[in-house]
């Protein structure tokens, strides 16, 4: 049964990562209305545990405190806030509006300045971690906001994170998601080129994955990408190739806007966008198939890879 002392939410987005968020939020007594989805089992799931549904923007917001976005990027968070009905348009003063999308800063300022002309407060909170982690409320979340929203939104972010860091302003959340994001996608492509050197110059690609994980840059992305790659699992690791271009895309822009110079997102970039065009452009081809697009380019089977 919700208790009634917590705030009600909102939730717009009940995907691979929305659903476990939402669901955890239901169970933990929070008054949860989604957003109806073309994908029809998790939101029905979500009714199964005591959520509600709105049929529309406007329908969710009107019975909403804290609303949830949790969609690919910008373009999905720039048409829910601008179009006809929309959530600009339907908000009311003193509502809080939560991105945990991975998009980009500069927009996410200027919605956050739109908001605040109505009296609503927009909130940058993107998400590290996977599905797998969302389902368990074990997700981690980087939050833009001033401190008194941060000190009201953070016992509910914790509803479903493990982890809640307030980064800054509204944007500084954003910004340091795409930065974390290139760091980590990036150190799987560098891992993609070796793994492939390794099978064009004749060393065993599991021998390396055997070193490098008894050394000191082994990771939990490097075990989940290249130790599931040179078995022929290329979808241990539940982030898609296509997610990955596009946030190195959205951390490429930033650099220019701001006027940071550096050679490695660009070879990151060329890497990623390599991949899809030789063919793992897929909704099932996870971040592993940056290996597989590298394997292609050189001739090379890598794992089961055909």
Same mark, same amino acid.
């Given at each position: 049964m919700a208790q009634t002392d917590k705030?009600?939410?909102?939730?717009?987005?009940?995907g691979l990562m929305g659903h476990g968020m939402a669901k955890n939020l239901v169970e933990k007594g929070w008054p949860v209305t989604v957003l109806g989805h073309r994908n029809r089992a998790?939101?029905?799931?979500?009714?199964?545990?005591?959520?509600?549904?709105?049929?529309?923007?406007?329908?969710?917001?009107?019975?909403?405190?804290?609303?949830?976005?949790?969609v690919t990027?910008?373009?999905?968070?720039?048409?829910?806030?601008?179009? @006809?009905?929309? +959530?600009? #348009?339907?908000?009311?003063? &003193?509502?809080?509006?939560?991105?945990?999308?991975?998009?980009?800063?500069g927009p996410t300022v200027r919605f956050a300045k739109q908001f605040a002309d109505k009296g609503v407060r927009f909130v940058d909170a993107p998400l590290t971690r996977t599905p797998v982690e969302a389902e368990q409320g074990r997700l981690n979340s980087l939050v833009g906001a001033d401190a008194a929203t941060f000190a009201l939104l953070e016992p509910v972010l914790k509803g479903f994170c493990e982890n809640v860091f307030h980064m800054g302003d509204v944007g500084s959340a954003h910004t340091a998601k795409?930065?974390?994001?290139?760091?980590?996608?990036?150190?799987?492509?560098?891992? @993609?080129?070796? +793994?492939? #050197?390794?099978?064009?110059? &004749?060393?065993?690609?599991?021998?390396?994955?055997?070193?490098v994980s008894v050394g000191a840059i082994?990771?939990?992305?490097?075990?989940?990408?290249?130790?599931?790659?040179?078995?022929?699992?290329?979808?241990?690791a539940k982030f898609s190739l296509r997610n990955a271009h596009k946030d190195v895309r959205y951390f490429a822009q930033a650099m220019t806007?701001?006027?940071?110079?550096?050679?490695m997102h660009g070879a990151v970039l060329q890497s990623l966008a390599q991949a899809l065009a030789l063919g793992f452009d897929g909704p099932d081809h996870m971040l592993a198939s940056v290996i597989e697009g590298q394997a292609k380019l050189n001739g090379v089977t890598l794992g089961k890879q055909p």
């Open positions: 705030h009600r939410i909102g939730f717009i987005g009940v998790p939101v029905e799931d979500l009714i199964g545990r005591g959520a509600r549904e709105a049929q529309d923007v406007a329908g969710l917001a009107a019975v909403s405190d804290i609303i949830f976005l949790c990027g910008t373009p999905e968070v720039e048409d829910l806030v601008t179009r @006809a009905g929309g +959530l600009l #348009a339907s908000t009311r003063e &003193g509502q809080i509006v939560v991105d945990t999308s991975t998009s980009q800063p795409l930065i974390n994001n290139f760091y980590s996608i990036g150190s799987m492509a560098l891992a @993609a080129e070796a +793994l492939v #050197a390794c099978q064009k110059m &004749g060393v065993d690609p599991q021998k390396l994955v055997q070193l082994s990771s939990a992305m490097f075990q989940n990408v290249a130790g599931g790659a040179v078995v022929g699992d290329f979808g241990r806007e701001n006027g940071v110079a550096g050679p």
